[in-house]
């Protein structure tokens, strides 16, 4: 049912068959559902964007939270890596001093 010029001739001719009871809420029930499916049709096309837009921002956010993280963990792993080099070097130095002494 595309149009309402086509849904009068259709109870019209409804109406002249006089159909049981049982017939008539079967079609009610399903003009029903129809109706409830055109609603929500319209709904989900005007609310559409709307959750597009809210998505693209969340996307977004985490996309940035990601980047965050990611230079804190870089940021981290430069600070160990300059620690243990410093280490290294006191290490070394003390041990070549030692042996320097030992021979």
Known sequence: METVQELIPLVK???AQKPSRRLVKVYVLGGV????GVVLGLVETVCGPFAAASRLRDEQ???GALRAALE???LQTQTLLEKSKRHEGVVCSRALANRQHAS
């Open 61 to 63: 956010a985490a996309e």
């Open 33 to 36: 559902l129809a109706l409830f």
């Open 72 to 74: 804190r963990q870089a």
């Open 13 to 15: 001719e409804l109406v």
